[in-house]
């Protein structure tokens, strides 16, 4: 079914193993938020224009006792089909609200760090969901504009209209909108400036290899220069070279982030860079 209908396909041995695989993998997983295995790491936003933290995206982790750490990869879309998905993205939000509240106090500052949380399908379908994240804001006292919000291209333009009347709930809360893997998905250029959002995120494909392939530089500087036409911030991913990270400089490119920086670093890790007050140079 996942190929598609009117077809077939011969049983055999690793398809059993597969699907065996997946159900041990789905049980233990509805266990692993009772018994506490879920963490966040973050990885640092930078402020290209002073190479400064400006903020981090939270990624969840499951440390597994005897798997070890299971990639995301691994679990989400589980946790997508059966549901987990959503008490697991409310864990996620009141984590990183909590987070955010006590670095705000750590280190205060005039522009106070945010973090990014990713939104699954599943979550921003649900009429209730610019309220329920309205009351955990509330409850960790933290300004709402220093909780963004990223949702994929795809999961946007599945109905464009539910999604701008979505949208347009989740600001009214005071909220801030990234719109993730831009240019990956469906063609929503059309729809683009109809989207209450506040940024773009340039996905990595197009970040790779724009140092030596002309079309890659072409394609972020278009994206960079269409964000600023609709008065939206600009955040690249996967940025792993000082190359990479100068020519999105020179782009007015305003964040990025990637292994060049830092990879998802668990909390205690991400707090040091903050205590560092880490700075990069970013220059030819």
């Not at 209908?5 to 011969?10: H, S």
Request: charged share 25%.
């Amino acid at each position: 079914k996942n190929l598609g209908r009117d077809r077939y396909a011969i049983f055999n041995e690793t398809m059993r193993t597969h699907s065996v695989s997946r159900f041990q993998l789905e049980m233990e997983l509805r266990h692993a938020g009772d018994n506490k295995q879920f963490r966040l790491y973050y990885q640092p936003i930078i402020e290209l224009a002073s190479g400064k933290i400006a903020g981090f995206e939270a990624l969840i982790r499951w440390l597994h006792p005897e798997r070890g750490t299971v990639p995301p990869n691994d679990f989400i879309s589980i946790a997508e089909d059966t549901g987990m998905i959503l008490p697991m993205g409310d864990w996620v939000l009141n984590e990183a609200c909590h987070q955010v509240r006590q670095w705000q106090q750590q280190f205060p500052q005039p522009h106070p760090i945010f973090i990014g949380v990713n939104l699954s399908s599943c979550q921003f379908v649900r009429q209730d969901l610019s309220t329920t994240i309205a009351a955990t804001i509330q409850r960790h006292q933290i300004d709402p504009s220093r909780l963004k919000l990223e949702l994929t291209e795809s999961v946007a333009m599945e109905d464009v209209d539910a999604a701008i009347q979505q949208l347009t709930r989740l600001q009214q809360k005071g909220l801030y909108i990234s719109l993730d893997d831009f240019g990956t998905g469906y063609s929503s250029l059309s729809y683009l400036h109809r989207l209450p959002i506040n940024s773009l995120k340039i996905d990595k494909s197009f970040v790779d290899r724009m140092e030596s392939i002309r079309e890659n530089a072409d394609i972020v500087e278009t994206i960079v220069s269409l964000g600023h036409r609709l008065k939206l911030d600009l955040i690249a991913e996967g940025v792993e070279t000082s190359t990479q990270a100068y020519l999105l400089k020179q782009l007015e490119c305003e964040y990025a982030q990637g292994y060049y920086f830092a990879k998802p670093l668990p909390r205690d890790q991400a707090t040091h860079l903050l205590v560092q007050n880490k700075r990069w140079r970013i220059d030819d």
